[in-house]
């Protein structure tokens, strides 16, 4: 792209949700041209090279609710939803003063409700949207030993592997082989690699898609190690999710029926509360887009 068509400095701010940190632009007056914002994403979540992050927000203004937002991967792809990037762009649409305590914001994967919950800002609750293709005891061999995954998709896909340690799964390697196995293309899926604790506890390790490696957490990737797990009769709400960072999640939702009749009860919901971190805030120059 021509960084020089861009007006410098670009002011953003730097979030972060559970140890998955963001790069958050307001855009509500557009200055970066649709056709160059998977670029512009790339170049700037280099890190070292420039601001650096596992994905770009722009907030941008809608029709239908308080805002909308363009998600992106740091490798540029577009991502539908981020439970974590969520979070964040509520707290900094908050303390921007583009949204109230109790906001609505457009995503790919549909309207998003999230809340406040602390003075300080730093816990946010959000209302995801209903989950689909449900798919449960799906035997692969990953790693060339045979699994059983599941898939559910929270917004973007997923998959959850119930393990028995967490710490000792090589989650690059199976992750990789999950992300891009013949099973879920053509838009491939995250791999969640979780461990029941007890208390309605996880811990969950994350490949995540357009990332393309291991992050400290996954916020859609918690909620659907959550479901998975309770859908299963291995959980029950509320679940907690430790994540690689060492933070928790909570995801709120209800159960009906017992045994292969455990389903999901839509109506009341389903919620991810977490923290949302504003780290810093400063401006960019153009040599943040040279390579």
């Given at each position: ?48 090279f420039a601001v650096g992050a596992d994905g770009l927000i722009l907030i941008e203004n809608s029709e239908t609710a308080h805002f909308k937002w363009q998600f992106y991967n740091g490798d540029g792809s577009r991502a539908e939803m981020c439970g974590n990037g969520a979070r964040c762009a509520a707290r900094f649409a908050y303390e921007k003063n583009i949204a109230p305590a109790a906001m609505r914001f457009e995503t790919t994967a549909g309207e998003i409700e999230a809340f406040i919950i602390k003075k300080e800002g730093r816990a946010v609750k959000i209302r995801l ?163």
């Amino acid at each position: 792209m021509n960084s020089e068509e861009l007006k410098f400095p670009v002011s953003f701010a730097n979030l972060n949700g559970t140890g998955n940190d963001f790069s958050i632009i307001d855009h509500r007056e557009k200055f970066i041209r649709e056709e160059d914002q998977s670029e512009f994403a790339r170049l700037v979540c280099r890190r070292r090279f420039a601001v650096g992050a596992d994905g770009l927000i722009l907030i941008e203004n809608s029709e239908t609710a308080h805002f909308k937002w363009q998600f992106y991967n740091g490798d540029g792809s577009r991502a539908e939803m981020c439970g974590n990037g969520a979070r964040c762009a509520a707290r900094f649409a908050y303390e921007k003063n583009i949204a109230p305590a109790a906001m609505r914001f457009e995503t790919t994967a549909g309207e998003i409700e999230a809340f406040i919950i602390k003075k300080e800002g730093r816990a946010v609750k959000i209302r995801l949207t209903s989950p689909d293709d449900l798919r449960l005891n799906i035997p692969l061999s990953i790693g060339n030993v045979e699994q059983t995954l599941h898939f559910i998709n929270t917004g973007v896909p997923h998959t959850v592997i119930l393990v028995n340690d967490a710490g000792m799964v090589p989650v690059a390697n199976w992750g990789r082989e999950i992300r891009f196995h013949e099973t879920f293309q053509p838009a491939g899926t995250n791999a969640n690699f979780a461990q029941v604790l007890p208390g309605d506890t996880l811990m969950v390790r994350t490949y995540e898609r357009g990332v393309e490696g291991e992050t400290m957490a996954c916020g859609t990737g918690a909620v659907a190690s959550a479901l998975v797990t309770a859908l299963l009769d291995y959980a029950n709400p509320p679940v907690t999710v430790i994540t690689s960072g060492g933070e928790q999640l909570t995801i709120h939702f209800s159960v009906i029926g017992e045994g292969t009749d455990r389903h999901l009860n839509l109506d009341e919901g389903i919620f991810l509360e977490g923290p949302a971190h504003s780290i810093y805030e400063g401006t960019m120059g153009p040599d943040a887009l040279q390579e």
